[in-house]
């Protein structure tokens, strides 16, 4: 039986695509005889003819993997696209190392291991680059003789 047609003028009046109309295979005789616009519209009143949902995409793998991309998984060679700057760019490296050896500097300078003069000097050396991390402030200072060589750094500040 050809349904064609119904099924067309069907997808209008359900506002779909022609694949997403169902048709009941028990009442095809009766959806062949509608030819109208109306008869068509009595079909899908009484459940002859119908609209499918829509199908939609699982995100269910996206999140997996999210999850473990969350974890560092899938983060080797083969996945990297850009140079390393291009991921973590040198002025955010820059920032992250400026602000951990200023809270260093504030850290001894409010607990009484350098007064503020020697704080103002490394403070403009760590402006200037001089250091590459907390260690290397630290270091200096002890070279310099400023704190004490038994001093340690604790957890990250």
């Keep these: 039986m050809d349904v064609k047609y119904q099924k067309k003028l069907a997808a209008k009046i359900l506002k779909c695509g022609v694949n997403r109309v169902w048709i009941d295979d028990t009442m095809l005789d009766e959806v062949a005889e509608a030819i109208t616009r109306e008869d068509v519209r009595k079909l899908i009143s009484s459940d002859a003819i119908m609209k499918k949902p829509k199908k939609g995409n699982s995100r269910g793998r996206h999140r997996y993997l999210k999850e473990q991309r969350k974890k560092g998984r899938r ?83």
């Design 75 to 157: 983060k080797g060679h083969g996945k990297r696209k850009g140079k390393k700057t291009a991921r973590r760019p040198s002025k955010r490296m820059w920032i992250t190392r400026m602000r951990s050896i200023r809270r260093e500097l504030k850290h001894l300078r409010n607990e009484g291991h350098i007064d503020k003069t020697i704080y103002r000097r490394f403070y403009m050396k760590t402006k200037g680059g001089t250091f590459k991390d907390r260690a290397d402030l630290v270091l200096h200072l002890k070279m310099e003789g400023h704190i004490d060589k038994d001093y340690k750094l604790l957890e990250v500040r």
